[in-house]
């Protein structure tokens, strides 16, 4: 993950070290390496050239140039930066109500089925919840049986209705079962196509309304760098969701998406998806994940 701006990024910082005199110049340099590294990671051209700028300031505030160590001096305000561009804290999802509901929306192939299995199997393992699925891919009855595979095998119940290819009827006819059996938390699947369309975003705009959810999670591939974030973008603009999960992340995904998505949408990244397993799944804190990328 991310191996390749990892790698760039501290390429960049050698001018900074083990150097004796450092010059603004050097500094200069080494913004401009960032700035490549994050263009060929994918980030968009506005936000490397905000981030380099911030980066400068920064640098310039905390006098790196005389300072005793300045790439060191660097490397830590670039972590700060990366941790701030991508959220600065941890955010994590709202579980209050009784019963939570949790909606999913995102393209096909995002990965929004496997995650719907995993987010449940990490609250019923890791919070002591009890969760409800909800198959609201009604198009597609292979998504239908992924879903009820995935139950089977974490031992958590999945919600269908053969026949039915109303999923606004069915999610709301799935929290009223969970309300009488008692489940806390409901996750509802839905249906995602191969690119935004208006058919797509009119139906899961209309399940929003009737089922009111907790959380809305915006699910999308890493792997689809800025095409992530235009996605993120258009299904925000929509549905006004609370949270991103970033699928993939095990893949040679160069980091764009993880760095853009924060400031064009500004809501946080809240999970990743690191492998098709269904433990692969991990919350996503702004530093780790820095602290990652520097190494
Ligand atoms: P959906 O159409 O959005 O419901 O997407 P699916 O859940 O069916 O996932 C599409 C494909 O991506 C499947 O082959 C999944 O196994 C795979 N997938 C999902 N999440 C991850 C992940 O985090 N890492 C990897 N490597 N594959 C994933």
């Known amino acids: 993950m991310f191996e390749n701006l990892s790698e760039r990024l501290d390429k960049s910082f050698k001018l900074l070290k083990g150097q004796g005199k450092i010059t603004e110049i050097n500094v200069a340099e080494t913004l401009k390496d960032i700035r490549r590294a994050l263009l060929d990671a994918d980030v968009n051209f506005k936000i490397a050239k ?20 300045p790439g060191q001096l660097m490397v830590k305000i670039v972590k700060d930066e990366l941790a701030m561009l991508m959220g600065g804290t941890f955010a994590d999802i709202q579980l209050e109500s009784k019963p939570a509901v949790i909606l ?3 393209l096909q192939g995002s990965g929004k089925t496997t995650f719907t299995g995993k987010l449940g199997n990490m609250l019923k393992t890791k919070k002591g919840k009890n969760p409800l699925l909800v198959a609201g891919d009604v198009y597609r009855p292979a998504a239908i049986d992924q879903l009820k595979v995935l139950g089977e095998q974490i031992g958590i119940p999945v919600y269908t209705e053969e026949g039915n290819m109303d999923p606004v009827k069915i999610a709301k006819a799935a929290i009223k ?10 996750i509802v ?16 705009s209309a399940i929003k309304k009737a089922i009111d959810p ?16 235009n996605t993120a973008k258009e299904f925000n603009d929509r549905l006004d969701f609370d949270g991103v999960v970033l699928t993939k992340l095990d893949g040679d995904t160069r980091g764009g998406a993880a760095l ?6 500004e809501k946080p990244i809240k999970f990743v ?23």
């Open 50 to 69: 905000k981030f380099t700028d911030d980066v400068k300031e920064k640098a310039l505030g905390q006098e790196v140039l005389t300072a005793v160590k």
């Open 104 to 106: 999913m929306s995102g």
């Open 177 to 186: 079962l969970a309300k009488e059996k008692g489940h806390d938390v409901v």
């Open 189 to 204: 699947d839905t249906a995602g196509r191969l690119a935004v369309d208006e058919q797509m975003m009119n139906e899961i």
């Open 214 to 229: 907790d959380e809305i999670l915006f699910v999308v591939d890493s792997m689809t760098g800025q095409d992530a974030v």
């Open 260 to 265: 853009s998505i924060r400031s064009v949408v």
């Open 273 to 295: 998806g690191t492998g098709e397993k269904v433990d692969a799944l991990d919350v996503f804190h702004p530093d780790r994940m820095a602290d990652r990328i520097l190494g």
